[in-house]
């Protein structure tokens, strides 16, 4: 039997905090918070916050099926042409749905092995930097890029007083949300919430 006091791996993932970004005067998207928290060895850093948007997780999903021809990924929310970034109705279905996504791959062991993965839920390296990371064409590795982006001074109030109530005593717990590569958003767009930091409220 396994013992009391052994901890079970856990990885919990939310995807939460939609946000509209402004691209110009007729453009605007939404990225949503990704916040991770776990104690599995898989994981470089056991609480990790970014942002991403839709379109990088069908980048994502894109480049797991490519590398892991044999499994059948969770499908992403559908592509609609009545989505409405003003609905919220819609935005939290899509929420939801990207929510789901991650939770079925992250369960998985063979996608947990792809490193394009970890650097998509703990950093905020664009699709473009991740490609190069991952080929060795970038100075720093995959866990150097973690490690960095999580050393950031930003942290997480919030989640780590549930992680101490919960006795999960791990020094690997603070995170950043920003810093490493670049992106198409500015840095303050990528704050996340319950961040030490202010982050000014999108219209």
Not at 16 to 23: C, Q, W
Not at 29 to 40: G, L, P, R
Not at 69 to 80: C, D, F, G, K, V
Not at 100 to 127: A, E, G
Request: glycine content about 2%; hydrophobic content about 30%; some cysteine.
């Amino acid at each position: 039997m396994t013992p009391k006091h052994e901890k079970q791996e856990f990885v919990t993932v939310l995807v939460r905090d939609p946000r509209i970004k402004k691209e110009d005067s007729w453009h605007s998207h939404i990225d949503y918070e990704i916040f991770i928290h776990t104690n599995s060895m898989c994981f470089t850093r056991k609480t990790s916050c970014v942002r991403r948007r839709f379109r990088e997780f069908v980048w994502l999903r894109q480049r797991l099926q490519s590398n892991a021809a044999l499994i059948q990924l969770p499908e992403l929310p559908a592509r609609t042409p009545f989505f409405n970034t003003n609905n919220p109705q819609h935005v939290d279905q899509r929420r939801q749905g990207l929510q789901q996504f991650l939770q079925k791959i992250l369960q998985n062991p063979l996608l947990l092995s792809d490193s394009r993965l970890h650097l998509f839920v703990q950093t905020q390296l664009n699709p473009e930097d991740i490609e190069a990371c991952v080929s060795g064409h970038t100075k720093y590795s995959v866990a150097d890029a973690i490690h960095e982006f999580a050393c950031l001074k930003r942290r997480f109030p919030v989640e780590d007083e549930e992680r101490k109530k919960e006795n999960y005593a791990d020094s690997d717990s603070e995170s950043s949300s920003s810093g490493l590569g670049h992106s198409s958003d500015d840095n303050i767009s990528h704050g996340c919430k319950g961040s030490t930091d202010t982050v000014p409220e999108e219209p």
